[in-house]
């Protein structure tokens, strides 16, 4: 291109001339970009930022090259007018690496979200040159360093997402200067230096969240400036002192969580004439959270608080366990919310009667008062509220006798009544509690028979805890009906006659314990069906003849057979713990096999056991050594409490990496669950199923049992790093994540298995495999039965309700911890997340989302892109029609999970059509 009009150096130009002249060099300035179909410096910038990746196993950036113009890459949306980038998304697609300084050149940027990824380093101080960026969503990757303190001059950003990073220092007072900012999340970071008065200067505010950061400090008064907030988290973060009373003035609150702190004071309306505290201002608010606090004054009258919510019309859960409060539960508590779902109240200093109100709270879901000092009688109008699941009134000094209207409570999951002083007989009416799973009546002074024809209990009863009252009679021949029963402990009562033979009907028992009655007889045979057994204690009663020889076969962990009167055994020598005692030669047993057995392994514990493992190939101790560099801990990759596994290359001239997992013979039963592991894969191939190599069972070179199983190497890992740990190098999409379900329905439909996330394993095309068969499920059910036994609450976990940890596996239990995980993928959270106790589950907690019709909103933000911004870059039509179908095939997947864990095994989807469904959402999605 020429200019216009000839300038020469002698002369002066004329204004024609430089006109002509400043649209030449104008022309000259844009060439670049008309060439390119683009904004050079937008392209050089992209190119910048892909260059300090170091990993995008996805090939998410694959397409960021001159093939093509940079507004047609993935990821990257641009303007239609301007051809611009104005938004990046990169989420969840495992990329690593730092984030470059070249991105604060893309000035038309309104939205940058990297959101679950593994950026590293400090975000760059570039960012603040970003005028037009009003959506900033860096949270859960690994950013550090501090918060820039220029990111003021991104002065139209509108939402602040750096929640789940590693940043440290303070908030930065420039961030008080975004006058826009309605949204600002820093969570679970390592931000220190106090909460700052500061941002009370953003009055634009409607969501706040700095949980889980090491703040300490107080909260400071100017909060209560913040007129538009709706949803205020200060849990965890170290604080102290009082709650300033202008928090109280945030009349658009609906959340409010201040949790895990050392705050103290007193919540009493009044004070020397001074109001310190009306909720009445929050009419909105539905969740209350003060829980794990230091409050209490010791006024007597301290609860009068609950005064002040009466006004607040859609409560739905109030959280003040574990503050310190003192003084009675005033009649008032009745007037809350009939919208009331979750009251928490327990482990405080609170005494005197429950108030026969809390029968107005007919919302009531969840009620959990134990922990406390509360006495006189269980009121009768608890029998009012129908919609009880969890009853937690264990550890008080309540008295009297349970009311019948108990057996109102037709929709009753978990009844805990322990450690209390209770008397009479238990209440037959409680045989209408049809869907009852667990019943604590332990520690009290219940007297009477158990009214085992009576108390027609649900059939899925799964623990029954009557021990430590004063029980008379015999044990009936009905609790053979409690089919799906895992621990039944009636101990240190009164009951006499014959163990009954029916007893050995109840297949799913874990623990059995019976001591300390006035049991007579022998030992029934019919015991010898109960394989599952783990505990069984029946010492302190009168039972003779033999001890059987069954129970040498069962997989026992913890007997107790002493202080009987069993023909030639010595008393006090029947106790045993664990297989090491019964290794430990007490003939009086007379279980010769096992102590056989025992002194034959000790024996050969040197020798390969090649006829344990059948099919492989065994290697020696010295193999496994020198392939993970002498079990150094550069090589370990995983590490629990029954085995560690390292990295090794098994043949030098392969270079093939394998893992070698160790197990830790001091733990009781590690040995059996080395053979039952090495049963379980001798035989069995498919593609998603972990591929065992070989085995070693041997002696170290101090002559120590040593075994161990080498499987094929995963290099990436476990669905549960993925899912969970913040140490994860790569997160996962919606069809990534699909496919792993798909492979492991493939898994599920070929063999049994110990369902869990750690147990599957992600090789280096992300195809799924199942293993683990052994000691992760041998050993959960121990930890089970011991938290049950002091009175645990909450969710099992993945196992099926209908048989517990140990029974043995069958396709509807693996249905249904294949449910459970398909619902933790979806949604994020651990059935074991501290939000699913006392009878809230994950199952529940998805199936009532399906039914309110609001499954995106339980969703991982990992799991769905963000959409924000999106119809500005393309067709509104095009991406509000995506979205639906994205949000049509989440419901549909949550709809899988929440089916295939059902609590009845027959109403759980069958396998076969758990992949024909998943592989119809699969191929929607691939379809977009």
Not at 104 to 123: D, E
Not at 408 to 418: E, G, H
Not at 449 to 476: A, C, E, R
Request: glycine share 8%; net charge neutral; with cysteine.
């Amino acid at each position: 291109m020429k200019p216009a009009t000839s300038l020469s150096s002698s002369s002066s130009p004329s204004p024609s001339s430089l006109t002509h002249f400043l649209i030449y060099a104008f022309v000259i300035y844009l060439t670049p970009t008309i060439i390119s179909g683009g904004n050079e410096t937008d392209h050089e910038a992209l190119l910048k930022i892909k260059s300090l990746v170091t990993h995008d196993p996805y090939g998410a950036l694959a397409s960021w090259n001159n093939s093509f113009h940079f507004c047609d890459w993935e990821h990257v949306y641009c303007g239609k007018r301007h051809k611009r980038v104005t938004y990046i998304e990169l989420e969840s697609n495992g990329v690593e690496g730092s984030l470059s300084p070249y991105v604060g050149n893309l000035s038309f940027l309104r939205m940058l979200s990297l959101v679950n990824n593994s950026f590293q380093g400090a975000i760059p101080l570039e960012l603040g040159r970003l005028s037009r960026l009003r959506f900033l969503f860096l949270y859960q990757n690994k950013f550090s360093v501090v918060i820039p303190a220029n990111i003021s001059g991104c002065f139209n950003l509108a939402q602040i997402g750096l929640s789940n990073n590693e940043l440290v220092g303070s908030i930065p007072k420039e961030i008080s200067f975004l006058s826009k900012l309605n949204f600002l999340s820093l969570f679970n970071n390592n931000l220190t230096g106090g909460i700052p008065p500061f941002l009370g200067n953003l009055t634009s505010l409607e969501m706040l969240s700095v949980k889980e950061n090491p703040f300490g400090g107080s909260i400071p008064h100017i909060v209560g400036h913040l007129k538009s907030l709706k949803e205020l988290y200060f849990g965890g973060c170290s604080l102290y002192g009082t709650i300033p009373d202008s928090l109280y003035n945030l009349s658009l609150l609906i959340n409010i969580s201040l949790g895990d702190n050392h705050l103290t004071g007193s919540l009493h309306p009044a004070i020397g004439g001074k109001l310190t505290v009306d909720f009445s201002k929050l009419r909105d608010i539905y969740y209350i959270n003060l829980r794990d606090n230091l409050f209490g004054s010791n006024e007597p009258d301290e609860m009068k608080f609950i005064d002040s919510l009466k006004n607040c019309t859609g409560l739905l859960r109030l959280e003040l366990g574990n503050c310190n409060f003192q003084g009675m539960i005033p009649w008032s508590i009745g007037n809350l919310s009939s919208q009331l779902k979750f009251l928490y109240l327990y482990g405080n200093q609170l005494h005197g009667d429950l108030p026969t109100s809390i029968g107005n709270l007919v919302g009531l879901e969840m009620l959990s008062l134990g922990g406390n000092q509360f006495a006189g009688n269980v009121p009768s109008t608890i029998g009012n509220l129908q919609k009880l699941k969890v009853v937690y009134l264990g550890e008080n000094q309540l008295s009297g006798q349970i009311p019948d209207a108990m057996g109102n409570l037709s929709s009753l999951i978990s009844l805990y009544l322990s450690s209390n002083m209770l008397e009479g007989v238990i209440p037959s009416s409680l045989g209408n509690c049809r869907n009852l799973l667990a019943l604590y009546l332990n520690d009290n002074k219940l007297s009477g028979k158990i009214p085992t024809p009576h108390l027609q209990v649900s059939s899925l009863l799964v623990i029954l805890n009557l021990s430590q009252n004063n029980l008379f009679g015999s044990l009936t021949a009905e609790v053979g009906s409690l089919d799906m029963l895992t621990i039944l402990d009636l101990s240190d009562n009164n009951l006499s006659g014959v163990i009954p033979i029916s007893l050995g009907d109840c297949g799913s028992l874990l623990g059995l314990s019976l001591k300390g009655n006035l049991f007579q007889g022998v030992i029934p045979q019919s015991l010898s069906s109960l394989k599952a057994l783990v505990v069984l204690d029946i010492s302190y009663n009168k039972l003779s003849g033999q001890i059987p020889k069954f129970l040498e076969h069962l997989k026992l962990e913890y007997l107790d057979l002493s202080y009987n009167e069993f023909e030639g055994a010595n008393e006090s020598a029947l106790s045993v713990l664990g297989n090491s005692r019964l290794c430990g030669g007490i003939v009086e047993l007379g279980l010769p096999k096992l102590y056989v057995w025992c002194k034959k392994l000790k024996r050969k514990s040197h020798i390969s056991q090649t006829s344990t493992n059948k099919g492989f190939i065994t290697v020696a101790y010295n193999q496994l050594l020198k392939a993970t560099n002498g079990f150094s801990e550069s090589n370990l990759i995983g590490k629990g409490s029954f085995s560690s596994v390292y990295k090794g290359t098994l043949y030098e001239d392969d270079g093939t990496f394998v893992a070698v997992k160790v197990l830790h013979l001091q733990i009781q039963g590690a040995q059996r669950s080395f053979m039952r592991e090495c049963e379980a894969w001798r035989n069995i191939r498919h593609r998603n199923l972990l591929k065992i190599i070989t085995s070693c069972s041997s002696a170290d070179f101090q002559g120590n049992p040593f075994k161990a199983l080498v499987y094929e190497f995963m290099p990436n890992g476990s669905l549960h790093d993925w899912l969970h740990s913040s140490e994860s190098t790569s997160r996962l999409s919606l069809i990534q994540i699909m496919k792993i379900f798909m492979d492991i329905a493939y898994a599920l439909d070929y063999i049994h298995g110990d369902l869990k996330p750690s147990n599957v394993l992600l090789d280096d095309d992300m195809v799924a495999h199942v293993g683990d068969f052994g000691l992760a499920r041998f050993l959960a059910f121990i930890s089970l039965y011991k938290n049950i036994s002091t009175g645990i609450r909450g969710t099992i976990g993945y196992v099926a309700p209908e048989y517990g940890v140990g029974r043995q596996m069958t396709s509807g239990g693996d249905v249904y911890s294949f449910g459970i995980l398909v619902l933790e993928g979806m949604t994020g959270k651990r059935p074991t997340d501290e939000i699913f106790k006392e009878g809230i589950s994950l199952h529940k907690f998805a199936s009532m989302a399906l039914r309110d019709n609001i499954v995106t909103n339980i969703i991982d933000v990992n799991i769905i892109n963000v959409y924000q911004e999106e119809a500005e870059v393309k067709e509104i039509k095009k991406e509000a029609n995506m979205k639906t179908i994205i949000e049509e095939c989440v419901a549909s997947t949550v709809k899988t999970g929440v089916s295939c864990s059902m609590n009845s095994p027959t109403q759980r989807m069958d396998i076969k059509n758990v992949v024909l469904e998943l592989q119809h959402i699969l191929n929607t999605l691939q379809n977009i």
